[in-house]
């Protein structure tokens, strides 16, 4: 009965995942998040690239949103999710991992705004321009050019991202941010010690402030490993709601759906250039956790949930409401 329930509650509710990293030139990508259900993505289009790069890389995204529009929309604005519920389609958030595209010039960030860029991950794993990554050797915090960064992220309106910062530079983030920030794809340190995931006065400190927590369903970051299951997933969403409420807590999967091989080498290299070795052997292909393998599978959430004791509403914030609520204040347009 709370399978068909839950189908019932995620097929009305406003489904946002706050962290995919997909293959985007795999038409199979588009057709699970759709056969999903799924309302909106944060879709990374930067994680290395410098400036050049991620200007490619929006210039793919128009032509995407040309040939796939009939199952895609691009989101500017929380009504721009709204709207791609009401339609059927899948809103596409343009995001970054990494603030590295915009150089040393901190103009730039207005022009991506003007690119539908939304949300931006300060650093990703290592030490950029604006502070220092979860990876890093040490942690300084924030540059003087990353307390600019975030200042005029809160001036345009987008969402400062967490998820791989570290944690001296995450608590520095959140502190200096008019706006409240997120995590769009974390999962609390206390329930598997991991430098990705995040302390419980981190995540406190970002639910206090009004942000939220993605509970990540990337395998590497959950109790069961490559060998996780959804129960693991939902382990990771109780650990989280337990430490902020459930206000402040959302889904961020980190899927990864149709990425070869080399993308995860690319991702594990020094500055997106250096190969190095890895502590971590990733399976090949890297599959997410059975039960929620791709974007198809995402409505056995909603049953799960309510099978852990969440209310209807409760399942609906975590589905997306907590998301849009926060868009809707940080985005402002």
């Not at 329930?5 to 795999?26: E, F, H, K």
């Not at 793919?60 to 389609?89: E, M, N, P, S």
């Not at 939304?118 to 604006?130: G, M, P």
């Not at 959950?222 to 693991?232: A, K, Y």
Request: proline share 4%.
């Amino acid at each position: 009965m709370k399978r068909s329930t839950g189908r019932a509650i995620y097929d009305g509710a406003v489904v946002i995942d706050g962290l995919n990293v997909s293959n985007w030139d795999s038409p199979a990508v588009f057709e699970s998040l759709q056969a999903g259900g799924v309302t909106a993505i944060n879709a990374t289009c930067a994680v290395w690239e410098g400036y050049r790069q991620a200007m490619d890389n929006i210039a793919a995204w128009l032509q995407r949103f040309d040939q796939y529009g009939a199952a895609i929309t691009h989101v500017k604005t929380a009504d721009d999710i709204l709207r791609a519920k009401k339609a059927g389609k899948v809103g596409i958030i343009l995001g970054w991992q990494n603030a590295s595209p915009i150089g040393n010039d901190l103009a730039r960030l207005a022009l991506f705004h003007s690119l539908g860029v939304r949300i931006v991950q300060l650093t990703y794993n290592e030490r950029n321009l604006l502070g220092n990554g979860c990876y890093e050797r040490t942690d300084g915090g924030l540059s003087g050019f990353g307390v600019d960064a975030v200042h005029e992220m809160n001036r345009l309106g987008i969402l400062i991202d967490l998820s791989h910062v570290g944690d001296r530079t995450t608590l520095e983030a959140i502190e200096l941010s008019r706006d409240p920030v997120a995590c769009t794809h974390a999962n609390a340190r206390s329930l598997v010690d991991h430098p990705r995931n995040k302390q419980d006065v981190v995540l406190r400190r970002i639910a206090d402030r009004g942000g939220v927590i993605g509970a990540n369903g990337f395998p590497a970051f959950l109790p069961g490993g490559f060998e996780s299951r959804l129960v693991d997933y939902l382990d990771a969403v109780d650990s989280l709601v337990e430490l902020v409420g459930v206000d402040h807590v959302g889904i961020g999967t980190d899927y990864t759906q149709d990425q070869p091989k080399a993308f995860f080498d690319w991702l594990h290299t020094q500055q997106g250039t250096k190969p190095r070795e890895w502590p971590v052997t990733y399976p090949d292909p890297v599959v997410h956790p059975q039960g929620m393998e791709t974007p198809q599978q995402l409505p056995n959430l909603a049953g799960a949930l309510l099978e852990r004791g969440y209310g209807g509403d409760d399942v609906t914030k975590i589905l997306g409401g907590n998301w849009l609520r926060l868009f809707r204040q940080v985005w402002r347009t």
